[in-house]
């Protein structure tokens, strides 16, 4: 019974995982995604960003191939040109990238920025 349980469960959460795949990555295995969700990864191309009435509009590339993506809704705050981005959605009928979501990446060094010293300068902290 416990087994029948596991391979239940091993099914049920592989359908719902969705990796990344940098924009060559993607690109390649297109024809065989179809219509499925996938999470597309790369840097939005500085020079590209454009908004639209529904979102924005940019292209992101992995350094070998690049992408047109059209995101419906608003941006991340730390979106801009040259950030790395993961683009969650489908391709479109053309060789467009349909996003409804938006993650940044950032590397293991990242650091919040330092509220109190922002306050202390802004003269907000009572000494």
């Known amino acids: 019974m416990a087994l029948i349980a596991i ?22 295995e297109r024809p065989s995604d179809g219509d499925r969700r996938i999470r597309l990864a790369g840097e939005v191309v500085p020079g590209s960003v454009t908004e639209t009435r529904n979102g924005v509009r940019f292209d992101v590339t992995d350094g070998k191939k690049t992408v047109e993506v059209v995101h419906r809704g ?26 409804d979501r938006i993650l940044i990446k950032h590397g293991s060094e990242y ?17």
């Open 7 to 28: 391979i239940v469960l091993v099914v049920v959460l592989s359908k719902n995982v969705v990796y990344f795949r940098t924009v060559s990555e993607a690109v390649a």
């Open 74 to 99: 608003d941006p991340p705050n730390l979106f801009k040109a040259g950030a790395p981005v993961v683009c969650e959605g489908r391709w479109d009928r053309g060789a467009r990238f349909d996003s």
């Open 111 to 127: 650091e919040p920025p330092d509220v109190d010293s922002e306050r202390a300068s802004a003269g907000r902290v009572a000494a």
